[in-house]
């Protein structure tokens, strides 16, 4: 039975009553190898890819839920998988909620979550729930592959993949 970790980097990018999210779930095998990854994406998440080395088969499971497949089992090596959708946002209430990805069957998810605002769209956030700490875009390994992240209105640190960022737009 493998302890599987995820070290996870939720960019979303905010623009008038739509979000671009993308997610790089960095999957770290212990003690055994896995040939399946599943996912649990909010239910409203439209234009779902996903991406990754030897993907054989991605399978809708219902209700937002994932399973992704590889053709060879991964060992003791990081595993990447990224994953790409937009949701929708209410304009009028400005409530903009951030949900993360949730890596299902992993002994423990945490991660950053990075906000961009187009220049039409200003970002406020009221409270943050305590699983959340500000960081800084810089502070972000590289081996996420995400680019520059410097330009983000705000950054946070995650312990847990429960809890949802709201930011006001």
Not at 39 to 53: E, F, K, N, R
Not at 91 to 98: C, E, I, S
Request: glycine fraction near 8%; proline fraction near 5%; include cysteine.
């Amino acid at each position: 039975q493998p302890r599987i970790t995820v070290e996870s980097l939720h960019v979303a990018k905010v623009t008038d009553g739509l979000v671009r999210h993308d997610h790089y779930l960095r999957y770290t095998l212990f003690n055994a190898g896995t040939k399946a990854f599943e996912l649990a994406l909010p239910s409203d998440a439209t234009g779902v890819t996903i991406t990754g080395q030897g993907i054989a088969r991605r399978e809708q499971l219902g209700g937002g839920n994932w399973r992704v497949e590889l053709d060879d089992k991964v060992y003791d090596r990081p595993y990447l998988l990224i994953v790409n959708y937009e949701t929708q946002y209410n304009q009028t209430a400005g409530d903009v909620p951030l949900a993360p990805v949730r890596c299902l069957n992993v002994a423990l998810q945490q991660g950053h979550t990075v906000v961009f605002a187009t220049d039409r769209v200003e970002l406020s956030v009221d409270s943050v729930d305590v699983s959340f700490r500000p960081a800084e875009a810089r502070s972000i390994p590289k081996y996420f592959g995400a680019g520059d992240l410097s330009g983000a209105a705000m950054c946070y640190r995650s312990v847990s993949p429960e809890n949802i960022l709201i930011v006001k737009a």
